[in-house]
């Protein structure tokens, strides 16, 4: 079976990075797959066996996601949009996919309905349709307007066959986000969470006793680990580790000098979640991706949910993980080092907690349902 995946990551790579862990479920199921990104390349992520296609890479201007940037960081002109819907009609018809996904669409990336849409309206022209799929997370930006949520409702009614929600139902529904209509609700299936198999400990030990520090490679991230250095002076006891993404040295460096000795700054690494397993504690935003790596490995937590502009989702994932023993949410509006401190301490009294009841495999059974729908209608 040939799949297709369309995703477009504006601000972060978590959208690309669940896009990826199901398409490798369906290429180790033997399927042929195709990852079509239309966001900036993020090669810390691996895309190994799998097709790729980089379409001409847009950005959100900051958590405005109405004004997309190009890669040269001016906004995106006209010309420049054509060709990605260009090259995106030429993979559809050279690729002609037996199954169709679309990461977030038509729930999000309203700035780019007309390149989905002309996407959805060309697989029809196939010589054979294939299934349409849209692949969603478990808590959404809740839509500002009812109409909004209408029009997402009417598209998925037209093009898709159903909306796979990456979610434990037994945890988080999409209620909790979203309106969801008798008619919607019978598009949605619930997979359990996307999340790559669980890790082993650090073999050499990496992250043993430490707090470690996440926080994506953006600037939005900086308020945090600026406050953790000054958390770190605080509680000399402690020994703080940075994890800083992104392709900015100056950045680091910036940081580095900034840390005392009981403090270490240093590039995201591809072992995180195996440190994630020992460490003490840990410190970072709730975006999906980073949820799922906290339940799996039952570290204690603070959660800082990304809340500027209009962002809701991590305030609203991260006040369904505060039940959890040993999470702390934490508001970004309320970050100091003194709060930062305390807070810490009472998760790491809580100590580490097993998640074990929760559904993980959301790929393998993502891949499952893909498989029965697609025979099914052949």
Sequence with gaps: MKVMIVVTHLLGTGHLSRALTLGRAFHAAGDEVLIV???????????????????????????????????QDQAAGAGYLEARLTELRRALASFAPDVLITELFPFGRRSLADEFLTLLEASRELRRRPLVLASIRDILAPPSKPKKADRAEAIVTEFYDAVLVHSDAAATTLDRSWPVTPALAAKLRYTGYVAPPAPLPHPEGAGTGEILISAGGGAVGDPIFHAALAAARLTPDLTWRLLVGGQDPARLAALRAKA?????????????????????????????????????????????????GKEVEQGLRAASLATLPGVAVLPAAELTPARLADTLATVIAAGPRRDAALQFDGAARSVALAHQMAKASA
């Design 260 to 308: 005392p000795a009981n403090a270490r700054v240093e590039p995201a690494r591809p072992d995180f979640r195996q440190m994630l397993l020992l460490a003490a504690a840990s410190v970072s935003m709730c975006g999906y991706n980073t949820a799922m790596d906290l339940l799996q490995a039952g570290t204690p937590s603070v959660l800082i949910p990304f809340d500027a």
């Design 37 to 71: 990104s239309g966001g900036r390349p993020a090669p810390h992520l691996d895309r190994a066996h799998l097709g790729w296609l980089q379409l001409p890479p847009l950005a959100s201007d900051g958590v405005d996601f109405t004004r997309l940037l190009d890669d």
